[in-house]
């Protein structure tokens, strides 16, 4: 088992940024693809954005394509978001997640991740 563990969520303006991290507690992690998902309220979860286990490929959610930044520290067994930007629509929990199946899948469906973190709320007013 590994445990995943967010932080770095708040309130913000629009415009604003804020840099959320997820902190595993197992050194196998570094072997795993990583993404972070968000939920919004009555709203389904979804990919935000995606990294290969050692941080050579990322993919990204349209919407926060130039926006967003993904990136991940295996010597801290952390993977990071970057969040410049942000726009009211962007209001979710944000949620990172592990596949331990694969460490270059980057998959954009909720199943194909193995461990998930208990999520940050993450609200930017306008």
């Known amino acids: 088992q590994v445990q995943l563990v967010e932080s770095g969520g708040g309130l913000v303006q629009a415009g604003g940024s804020l840099r959320l991290s997820c902190a595993a507690s197992?050194?196998?992690?570094?072997?795993?693809?990583m993404a972070w998902f968000r939920q919004a309220p009555g709203k389904e979860r979804e990919f935000v954005s995606g990294?290969?286990?050692?941080?050579?490929?990322?993919y990204y959610k349209d919407s926060v394509k130039g926006r967003f930044t993904i990136s991940r520290d295996n010597a801290r067994n952390t993977v990071y978001l970057q969040m410049n930007s942000l726009k009211p629509e962007d209001t979710a929990v944000y949620y990172c997640?592990?596949?331990?199946?694969?460490?270059?899948?980057?998959?954009?469906?909720?199943?194909?991740?193995?461990?998930w973190g208990q999520g940050t709320q993450v609200t930017v007013s306008s």
């Open positions: 990294i290969t286990w050692n941080g050579g490929s990322t």
């Open positions: 197992r050194r196998t992690f570094v072997a795993y693809a």
């Open positions: 997640a592990a596949d331990r199946r694969s460490s270059q899948r980057m998959s954009v469906r909720l199943e194909d991740y193995d461990y």
